[in-house]
């Protein structure tokens, strides 16, 4: 039985990065009518056209997009098989993902260390809501990611590694908040949804009758804080990131019911470690 060769999927990786045949066959050192010919030969091979020409350049036919992450996986485990062999230390790049808070408040010093101890190894790091970051890892886009409860991930491993203690944060001028019913007129200051943290607080919301009237969606805590401090609204943030920002003293914090307050972020990835991956899981073990 045939199968498809690494060369070829690193010419199709490198026509889909570089838009077109031209700059990809700058890029790998070959003549133009080489690249076109294995695209071809690659498509016979899986019956499908994998590109749509759009004027001189190239855009991902349907099939194109579903064979892009296998590519991408395949000639990873390529390299880490190479690295592996050639050396006992992990090598080239490590795609890891991360929820902004965790971002923000718990990996400078984690990936600091993992820097020194693995130097050939260069992390590319992405944040996002929980939500986005599972459909990243399930896709293969990145190696692993860092998300928060509640969460789904079916078909995916995972383990507990930071406890956080949520808190709802409003302007300073707002004495107390007991009850959901007390921000039945205020505004959500949250990130898109697919947060897990603004689920929680929204079923918090439901449990006692409330559904916010409006919202503002930010992509950053610190757009986020700034906003509550000015008495937008209203939101729901780790103590954490409010240290690492010291923006304790910008607003005012209010506890929330146990079941809401104490959470858990999880490292979560699909199928077998690489060796950069298990390397941070065994730091994570072993702090």
Not at 81 to 106: D, K, N, V
């Amino acid at each position: 039985m045939r199968t498809i060769d690494l060369d070829s999927l690193e010419i199709f990786r490198s026509v889909v990065a570089e838009g077109g045949v031209i700059r990809a066959a700058d890029k790998l050192h070959r003549v133009q009518s080489n690249i076109t010919t294995r695209i071809q030969q690659l498509e016979e091979r899986l019956g499908q056209k994998l590109f749509h020409r759009q004027g001189r350049s190239l855009a991902l036919a349907p099939a194109g997009h579903k064979l892009l992450p296998y590519a991408e996986r395949l000639l990873r485990l390529a390299d880490e098989a190479e690295s592996e062999l050639r050396s006992e230390l992990p090598l080239g790049s490590f795609r890891l993902g991360s929820l902004e808070s965790t971002a923000g408040s718990r990996l400078a010093p984690l990936l600091s260390r993992f820097h020194r101890l693995y130097p050939g190894v260069v992390v590319e790091l992405a944040t996002g809501t929980t939500g986005a970051l599972l459909k990243r890892v399930k896709a293969f886009e990145l190696e692993a990611a860092f998300v928060s409860e509640p969460f789904s991930a079916a078909g995916l491993e995972s383990m507990a590694v930071f406890d956080e203690e949520l808190v709802l944060i409003t302007a300073r001028s707002v004495a107390t908040v007991e009850r959901p019913g007390e921000l039945a007129d205020a505004t959500l200051i949250a990130f898109a949804q697919g947060c897990s943290y603004r689920r929680l607080l929204e079923q918090w919301l439901g449990k006692g009758g409330v559904s916010a009237s409006r919202s503002l969606e930010f992509s950053s805590y610190q757009a986020m804080i700034a906003c509550v401090a000015a008495g937008t609204g209203f939101a729901i943030v780790p103590v954490s990131v409010l240290k690492a920002l010291r923006a304790t003293a910008d607003v005012r914090q209010h506890a929330l019911p146990e079941a809401i307050r104490r959470n858990r972020t999880h490292l979560v990835w699909q199928g077998t470690p690489s060796v950069a991956l298990a390397r941070l899981v065994e730091m994570l073990l072993k702090p």
